[in-house]
């Protein structure tokens, strides 16, 4: 019973590398998301996908790329790392692509950026 | 434009007495509205959600949230709090516009 998987959990960059958060789900949802979670900010989303192909900015997308080629992954890159992009990095998906259902969540991937 | 306001960032309780944690959004749609729970270096669980249905609503673990349009709330509540509950919480909204938006959350601490 997988649900949604991330990898890494922790990850040390420095600025100007490149890398990218994996995220898996095995629940066929269609609606998938990415967060980063900062102190005092609750979580903010960074970029979704309402279906293979389909993709979308949030509320802070610049630095990141996504793409989902298909339904299961939605990968997320840090093209040139900062280290302003240190945070927590959530992977969330749902079965509700109107967006008014629950949420799953990954257990979180921790960046560093030096 | 849709909101969350979570109106304390730490909350301390006793073990075995209430807890309260407050939670006010705005929203120009009939929104949908969460609470989850963090624990430690782990992902975000649902307590409990409201989606227009009965006004009260009732989660996991003994919590339960009442959606009062009126005051615009969704304060999350719990008879006797436990050890266990130690952990961070977020009230969050989602429309139908495919934006969710998290309060900054409150961190519940239960002294024993």
């Known amino acids: 019973n997988a649900g949604v998987t991330q990898t890494p959990k922790f990850q040390v960059l420095k600025t100007g590398q490149s890398m990218t958060l994996q995220c898996a789900q095995d629940?066929?949802?269609?609606?998938m998301s990415w967060y980063r979670q900062d102190p005092g900010m609750g979580l903010r989303l960074i970029h979704y996908?309402?279906?293979?192909?389909?993709?979308d900015q949030g509320e802070v997308p610049n630095g990141y790329n996504v793409s989902r080629s298909t339904t299961e992954d939605f990968p997320l890159r840090l093209l040139s790392a900062a280290p302003s992009q240190t945070s927590v990095y959530f992977c969330?998906?749902?079965?509700?692509?109107?967006?008014?259902?629950?949420?799953?969540f990954g257990e979180g991937s921790r960046l560093t950026v030096l | 434009a849709q909101s969350v306001t979570q109106l304390d960032s730490h909350v301390s309780v006793s073990e075995g007495t209430p807890v309260l944690l407050r939670c006010n959004y705005s929203?120009?749609?009939?929104?949908?509205l969460f609470w989850y729970v963090q624990h430690p270096n782990k992902g975000l669980q649902l307590l409990l959600k409201?989606?227009?249905?009965?006004?009260l609503v009732k989660g996991i673990n003994g919590f339960e949230a009442e959606f009062k349009k009126s005051e615009t709330s969704f304060h999350l509540t719990k008879p006797s709090a436990h050890m266990s509950d130690a952990a961070e919480y977020f009230c969050?909204?989602?429309?139908?516009?495919?934006?969710?938006?998290f309060g900054a959350g409150t961190r519940l601490f239960v002294k024993a």
């Open positions: 996908s309402v279906g293979a192909g389909i993709t």
């Open positions: 929203s120009s749609y009939s929104p949908s």
């Open positions: 409201y989606t227009s249905a009965a006004t």
């Open positions: 969050v909204v989602r429309t139908g516009g495919f934006k969710t938006i």
């Open positions: 629940m066929n949802h269609e609606y």
């Open positions: 969330a998906s749902s079965p509700d692509r109107v967006n008014t259902g629950e949420l799953f």
